[in-house]
């Protein structure tokens, strides 16, 4: 576990996320709403939740980073995920690259949570972690998270064809490089 964390800005801790967070993140994220831009679109059971939580664990152990859990600092609420993910291609294999990503609650979208802390995970990857290159997958509609893609220095690379499922969807191919 890095000695760096947890992270903090302002009003939010961000700590990894843990295979004993499944629970709560399942209760966080059970809602149409939340995954309406989100893969295939269907809400995931609590099974594969558990499943997800264990791999963001395996993944801090692997290489030191993964999604952190946003709780808010004042009154310690659990406001959702979000951080550095590794990203998997159509047939599921991880490709290498890492993801900027953030999931959290309907009741706690509009505030700027997400923004803030997106900035604080882009610090801790350039400065700390010395990532050199990110990327953040957006579905087109989902404007709030192109909205932060941008706002932290993402660049379009383009859209692509993505197949979760059943479901095929055109995604925001967004990249954010280190200047040379
Ligand atoms: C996308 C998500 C993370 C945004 O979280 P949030 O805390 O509401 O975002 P913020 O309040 O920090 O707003 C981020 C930016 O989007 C804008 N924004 C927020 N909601 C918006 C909306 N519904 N439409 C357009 N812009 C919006 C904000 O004004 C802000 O822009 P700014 O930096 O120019 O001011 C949140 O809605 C969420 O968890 N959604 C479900 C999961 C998801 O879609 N994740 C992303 C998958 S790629």
């Known amino acids: 576990m890095p000695v760096l964390m947890p992270l903090r800005t302002p009003r939010l801790t961000l700590r990894p996320v843990a295979h ?3 629970e709560m993140l399942w209760a966080l994220w059970e809602d ?15 099974e594969s939740v558990q499943l997800a939580a264990s791999r963001y664990e395996a993944c801090w152990v692997d290489h030191g980073w993964g999604p952190l859990m946003a709780i808010r600092t004042a009154d310690g609420a659990e406001l959702g995920a979000c951080g550095l993910f590794p990203v998997a291609g159509d047939d599921g294999v991880l490709t290498g690259e890492i993801e900027l990503g953030h999931r959290y609650s ?15 995970v882009m610090r801790w990857a350039a400065r700390d972690l010395g990532l050199t290159e990110l990327v953040s997958i957006i579905q087109e509609p989902n404007t709030a998270s192109r909205r932060i893609a941008e706002s932290c220095g993402f660049e379009l690379a383009g859209t692509r064809e993505r197949t979760r499922g059943e479901r095929s969807y055109r995604v925001c191919w967004y990249r954010w ?3 040379a």
């Open 20 to 22: 004993a967070d499944a």
């Open 32 to 46: 149409p709403a939340v995954f309406a831009w989100v893969g295939d679109g269907s809400v995931p059971s609590l």
């Open 106 to 120: 309907r009741e706690f979208w509009g505030q700027g949570y997400a923004g803030e802390a997106a900035r604080e």
């Open 177 to 179: 490089r280190t200047q």
